[in-house]
């Protein structure tokens, strides 16, 4: 790290690799400061990445940081716990004590998967609990799934998974069904099995169901729990930018326009942090685009300053040019 940059990415998944990416290329100063925690660490492939299928995330991490630092990017471990603006400039603080300056920044920190309260869920979290049918569904196609109700989306995932296999339970859990939802899930096949879903049930280090409060048990293969996604801004709350609630009742996430700009100027952000449901191609993309767009605001402040030294420095070799020539007249008596 060195005391100032171009821009500093906050967040060195897909979305921030690939913004510091366009960076760099462009000859922009860019730090990529990461926490070393990625969203899906626990997957072991990346899926509906086209020429990048099933490649693990910590490869595809790998390949990026190398081709950002090819470029003459920087990257850095670390958390960071605030962004302030001083003066022209934002000053990062890490959680170690180090700060770095910079004219921009771009925020792809991601967000947290906030999972429904039962005993032993989070312990198969990305092996045989899951969340999505297009990053997990191929691999679970054919199996007795079970869905956990949980937050506004469960039947909306439910009538989804009946996609991949015909073997779908939907735990109500903590959702009330309304008519049209019973009637959709029952014309689809989907058994809904009402009660809260006390613990997960496993044999042999694998998921065999779930144990309901009433002592109920009912054998399953995989779960799906629906989460609560929650960006991960809360160093930006010095900047005055913090979290909304998603109009989906999904989670919260920081609002921007569709190049990635929020409403504090200098700040953008790419990927999770901003679109819950991105999967890392779509991330990716975005953390590209907002790294041009990025570098496209700054060349044009640097055109703007350009501008207004050059008038300076025409209006004083005018003014200059003026006085020599009162100058000259005054000497030969005119």
Known sequence: MTDSYDVVVIGGGAAGLNGALMLARARRSVLVIDAGAPRNAPADGVHGLLAREGMSPIELLERGRAEVTS????????????????????TVTLSDGRTVRARRLLVTSGLVDELPEVAGLRERWGRDVVHCPYCHG????????????????????????????????????????TPEQSEQLAARGIRM??????????????LVGVRLADGTRVAREVLVAPTRMVARAAFLAPLGLRPAEHASGAGEYIPADPMGRTEVPGVWVAGNVTDLSAQVGAAAAAGAMAGAQLNFELVTEETERAVAAHRELFSAAVEAEVTEQVLGDRAHGM
């Open 71 to 90: 470029y003459g990017g920087e990257l850095t471990t670390g958390e960071v716990v605030s962004a302030e603006r001083t003066g022209d400039e934002f």
């Open 138 to 177: 191929w691999e679970v196609r054919d199996k007795a799934i079970g869905i956990i109700g949980s937050g506004p989306m469960a039947v909306h995932g439910a009538l989804l998974w009946r996609q991949w296999t015909s073997d779908v339970t939907l735990f109500t859990h903590t959702v009330t069904l």
């Open 193 to 206: 099995i009402p009660g809260l879903v006390e613990s997960v049930e496993t044999a042999d280090d694998h």
